[in-house]
């Protein structure tokens, strides 16, 4: 491979050279001068400016791996909630100081471009935001990756509210430019659907081929996701469709202009938005779509672009793991099987003996409905060649069942790939787990019940497959960027060593008991909260008082995630005040903050949001309370706004009911920053409090075998309601149309299912979490005690470094090495 990039040394590390560069840019890049150009047209120039720097290590890098071929991570995810990219970039870079002053000197505000910067938004909630975090850690420690997903034109949608209603509009982030990605049309590739599948005689043996029904193109896009001052720049690479033959001209011209472009907007649907609505056949067909179409694209890219082309498959497992982030990505399997066998022409067994080494499946759920299935009629109609493979993976595996429990057909049938109730349909974990070389859980608990209960009949069959890797986030985001100040007071105290070894936050244990560090630490926290002021204040024109405690809950809305719990909370501190239970001067200070988004289709979640807006109109306005409880609801949450949000909280309420939340990394991020936690035993909450010690973490609730044990024995929501007097009264209040205006069925269904249902025992858990909130309370009266345990949960958090995710991945499922730079 020949050597053409720029040497690194010709990249000024200067102001002068960055101004020099700036301008350059803006005049031949924008097209336009500093005296007339936009907010825009200087922020483009600027991050095309800063990305130069990167680009010279980030082709030294590509052309290194290309040298050594070293074994290579590909993380297939359908989501990469990335967040800003400039800020990370400059951290990455090292030229913070040199573009702030740089720009100054030609009276610019980096601030101002900064805010100019639209967040992608290319996930929901936390497995995007993992997925981004573990390409950060991977370039950071010089491993090789390349991370696959899709380049969605709308993403995950904008959340507006109308009369408290969650509204979804399109979140429409390339609309003035993304200056951070790389399209490489001519690089494009041809995924195929639909059709059927032949047979056909080579030379005695007879094969499969599938015989297409239409096709589209998948364009490829690539960032760059550069180590932290390392010198290596890694890739994120997302395909967009494009059609085959997206301009018909003889129909334009004919009259017909709907029709003439009807092929390129059927093939763009597949990348338009992240997670269409699946309620109908059309949705759930666009799913699967978007699902094989991003990882046809990227085994094929990686088998006909990456690697070499003179490279022997059969080493293809010393080469590269496909590291499946959850389910979505599953058609990979089948898909590569039919590489290897139809088009390469491989005997099954051995294509087989590959694939199983080539991949790992990482769960993200204990909610069987979130175990995505896919119907045989679907897949048929799809893809149909690959529900061929499918079958015979599963008939092989139930002669594999039979010939070692001869005498339990109950067992094989309920290990089968294939569910035949309530439809035939392909159960996608069950498949990963059969053709995956490993299968982790992302938390100690969540991993174990997988082994126990939601793949325990796999767990006994292949017992060394599954294995625990407990999530984390990247410090560089999530504390040295989002916490500047948390950052210096830090690094003041132990160096900055702890930024790429964040284990080194043990040593501030000891400042846990020094008054002045302690006062500090204090300050630094009531600055984040002034920040947050005038961010909610420009943003949504929320009023924030910094002088409450910060009590915050965002997250994806979910029942599981019970947001309903906390909102009973507030709805009976409320209803204390208002009925003289409770004297206003007795209340702590409190603001409420919610962030979270509902799926679309998902109606109960969206009438929690309504219900969440509803009584914060109520209580906001309410004088009695003196503004003494406030509820703060900015819509649209993102990562973004979480860099400014996180730094700030007081209290992270992660009160799931123990045994469904799978991990969680919210909960690891504000532990990092400072924030007591509240919250059940479950996902990472049990670490997390093992870690940080039971005086420095609020614990209420059932356990999961006493939640099992409920389940099992029969569980009555109304015995709960009619025990308990301040439980009733706040069901009632709720009922009674208090909050919406006197109309008693607009918030009836929540009301109802509390009461007939409540999957996720609520009502259950409602009177130990009122009972930790009072020991909260106490807690945050005593100030110095308070800021001790804040301190002490920041340096007992390291483990939570995605860093030390990544090397438990490589030690455990990957075994790949660092890879140094070029010097």
């Known amino acids: 491979m020949t050597d053409t990039t720029i040497p690194i040394a010709t990249r000024e590390h200067t102001v002068e050279g960055f101004v020099r560069e700036f301008l350059r840019e803006l005049n031949f890049g924008q097209g336009t001068d500093l005296t007339k150009a936009s907010v825009n047209d200087k922020y483009l120039a600027m991050a095309r400016t800063v990305r130069h720097y990167l680009m010279v290590r980030w082709l030294a890098t590509l052309r290194r791996q290309y040298q050594l071929q070293a074994k290579s991570v590909a993380y297939l995810s359908a989501e990469f909630l990335l967040g800003r990219q400039l800020d990370n970039a400059l951290l990455a870079a090292d030229l913070e100081g040199i573009v702030e002053e740089g720009l100054a000197s030609l009276g610019i505000d980096l601030a101002e471009l900064r805010d100019a910067e639209v967040e992608p938004g290319l996930g929901n909630g936390g497995l995007g935001r993992l997925a981004a975090c573990f390409i950060d850690s991977l370039a950071t420690m010089n491993v090789p990756c390349i991370g696959y997903g899709i380049r969605y ?3 995950i949608f904008r959340q507006t509210f109308v009369d408290g209603w969650q509204v979804e509009k399109p979140d429409d982030w390339l609309a003035l430019g993304s200056p951070w990605e790389f399209p490489h049309p001519e690089s494009a590739v041809t995924v195929d659907f639909g059709g059927h599948t032949e047979h056909y005689d080579d030379a005695g043996v007879t094969r499969s081929r599938w015989v297409p029904g239409w096709s589209v193109l998948g364009i490829p896009y690539n960032y760059m996701v550069p180590g932290f001052e390392n010198g290596r720049v890694n890739t994120l690479r997302l395909w967009s469709a494009q059609a085959t033959r997206a301009f018909d001209l003889e129909i334009f011209n004919a009259g017909d202009y709907a029709q003439a472009v009807r092929a390129q907007t059927f093939a763009e649907n597949i990348t338009k938005v992240l997670y269409p609505e699946d309620s109908t056949p059309q949705g759930k067909e666009l799913r699967l779509q978007q699902q094989y179409f991003f990882v046809a694209c990227s085994i094929r890219n990686f088998l006909d672009e990456v690697l070499p082309p003179d490279f022997d498959l059969r080493k293809l497992p010393e080469r590269i793991v ?6 979505h990505p599953v058609i990979a399997i089948p898909e590569l099987m039919r590489v290897l066998v139809d088009e390469k022409k491989w005997d099954w067994a ?22 995505e299935v896919w119907s045989t009629d679907l897949l048929g109609k799809l893809l149909p060649r690959h529900l061929e493979i499918i079958y015979k993976i599963n008939e092989d595996f139930m002669d594999e069942l039979r010939a070692a429990y ?23 974990a069950f498949l990963a787990t059969v053709a995956g070389s490993k299968v982790n859980g992302v938390a100690a608990l969540h991993s174990q019940l997988l082994r126990d209960k939601v793949l325990r009949d796999f767990s006994d069959h292949y017992p060394d497959k599954f294995t625990n890797v407990t999530n984390g986030v990247t410090p560089r985001r999530f504390v040295r960027l989002a916490n500047p100040g948390l950052s210096s007071l830090i690094t003041s105290a132990i160096g900055d060593g702890w930024v790429t070894d964040l284990e080194r936050l043990r040593e501030l244990e000891p400042l846990a008991d020094d008054a002045d560090f302690r006062e500090a630490f204090r300050q630094v926290k009531r600055a984040n909260k002034l920040r947050l002021v005038d961010v909610l204040a420009e943003r949504d024109g929320i009023t924030l008082d910094p002088d409450t405690m910060l009590d915050v809950m965002v997250k994806r809305l979910h029942e599981y995630k019970r947001q309903t719990l906390k909102l009973l909370h507030v709805v009976t501190l409320y209803d204390q005040v208002r009925s003289g239970q409770l004297a206003i001067g007795d209340v702590t200070p409190r603001t409420f903050a919610f962030g979270a988004k509902a799926a679309p289709g998902y109606k109960m979640a969206k009438q929690t949001i309504a219900l969440i807006n509803a009584v914060g109109r109520t209580i906001n306005s309410d004088p009695l309370l003196e503004g003494r409880l406030t509820i703060a609801f900015p819509a649209n949450y993102n990562v973004t706004l979480a860099e400014k949000l996180i730094p700030a909280a007081d209290l992270s309420e992660q009160i799931s009911l123990a045994g469904k939340e799978a991990s969680g990394t919210g909960n690891m991020k504000f532990a990092l920053n400072g924030a007591l936690t509240i919250g059940t035993d479950d996902g990472a909450n049990v670490e997390i409090r093992e870690l940080v010690g039971d005086d420095n973490f609020f614990l209420f609730g059932l356990l999961e075998p006493e939640v099992a044990e409920i389940v099992d024995r029969g569980y009555h929501p109304t015995s709960y309601y009619e025990s308990n007097p301040s439980l009733r009264r706040a069901l009632d209040l709720i009922a009674s149309g208090h909050f919406s205006g006197g109309d008693r069925g607009v918030f009836e269904p ?8 409540d999957r996720f025992l609520v009502l259950a858990d409602y009177q130990a979490y009122l009972d930790a909130q009072a020991r909260v309370d106490a807690a945050y009266a005593d100030t110095d005690r308070w800021t001790r345990s804040a301190v002490l949960n920041v340096a007992r958090s390291g483990y939570f470094s995605s860093d030390r995710s990544m090397r438990d991945y490589i030690d455990r499922i990957w075994h790949t090495e660092p890879v140094a730079p070029e010097s």
């Open 153 to 155: 034109e709308y993403g």
């Open 322 to 327: 496909f590291q499946l982030n959850d389910t």
């Open 406 to 428: 001869p005498d339990d057909e109950l067992r094989v049938r309920r290990m089968s790939i294939i569910a035949e109730y309530p439809e035939r349909a392909v159960r996608m």
């Open 750 to 757: 929540i009301v109802s299912n509390l009461l007939s249902e």
């Open 350 to 371: 051995d294509a087989w003996a590959v694939t199983q080494k080539c991949f790992a499946y990482t769960c993200h759920t204990l909610l069987p409905e979130a175990l």
